[in-house]
């Protein structure tokens, strides 16, 4: 065989590789732009920091990450303006995906919320048996209490804890909507020593950052978990998504490498990881 066979047979070989490889992970040869719309506390938390450029790397794609709540993000799926999703509301999840708006829903991760206040408490929840239970002396008290207000999967879950104890905030004086992320309504209720609920991870990274004297007040119920997903955009709505970008993003998430990535973030800074991997676990073992 003359040299100029052999390295064509070895550029064959190398192209055959290249496509085998694309195929078994999901990744495009090409470097083409992925819109993800995802939810404020994975940015907030610092985690997409680290695994959007290893994705990147892995797979040629530029990610745009549009941080927004979860409801937000889902309604850019709904217009076909983001191409893959990464969000936090179980519930309304289903509902996108019974809509024909999203398919490939994978289960990624899970932290929790944590129901943060002042150190002083002045509504008397430290050591409450609940979250019902908190945010029922809460409204007892008239205690300032900041809500997100934004449709985001905190807020989702906030609504779904103020009617588990039975109580309709909305109106009242003491109940204050901020329209903004976790992290910028972790600011205010320190700024205004008011009560709310948080995600764990981002409370732990910007309370890193700057002690915001907020103090964790109720935690460890198994209703304040916070169970995240990857969805990607349904095509057959809006053809000129990123549909193998989006397949590509879902498939990295839920990799082995990605889930030791998750399993081990925060726990150099915080002694704890702030999310812990779910790939391959069952709904059912998570309450879903």
Known sequence: MSRISRMLSLLVALIA???????????AAEKKSLILATTT?????????????????????????????SG????????GEADVLLVHSPDSEKAFIARGFGISRKLVMHNDFLILGPARDPAKIRGSKSA????????????LFMSRGDNSGTHAK????????????????WYQQTGLGMGETL??????????????????????????????????????????????????KWPKVNSPGAKAFSL??????????????GIKEFGAPLFFPDAGKK?????L
């Open 187 to 236: 600011n205010i209720a320190a700024e205004k020593q008011g009560y709310l609920l948080a995600d764990r991870g981002t409370y732990l990274a910007l309370n890193k950052k700057k002690r915001l004297g907020l103090e964790i007040l109720v935690s460890g119920e198994s209703k304040l978990l916070n169970i995240y997903h990857v969805i990607e955009v349904n095509p057959v």
């Open 72 to 79: 937000q993000a889902m309604r850019m799926g709904e217009r």
């Open 17 to 27: 590789l290249s496509a085998t490889v694309s195929v078994s992970t999901g990744c």
């Open 132 to 143: 019902a239970e908190a945010f029922k002396a809460i409204a007892r008290s008239g205690a």
């Open 252 to 265: 990295f998430m839920v990799d082995k490498r990605a889930q030791q990535v998750i399993s081990g973030f």
């Open 283 to 287: 709904p059912e073992s998570l309450g």
């Open 41 to 69: 506390s994975t940015q907030d938390s610092g985690l997409l920091d680290v695994l959007i450029p290893l994705f990147e790397k892995e797979c040629g794609y530029f990610v745009k990450t549009i941080s927004v709540g």
């Open 158 to 173: 906030e609504q779904g804890l103020w009617k588990s104890a039975g109580i309709d905030p909305e109106g009242r004086k």
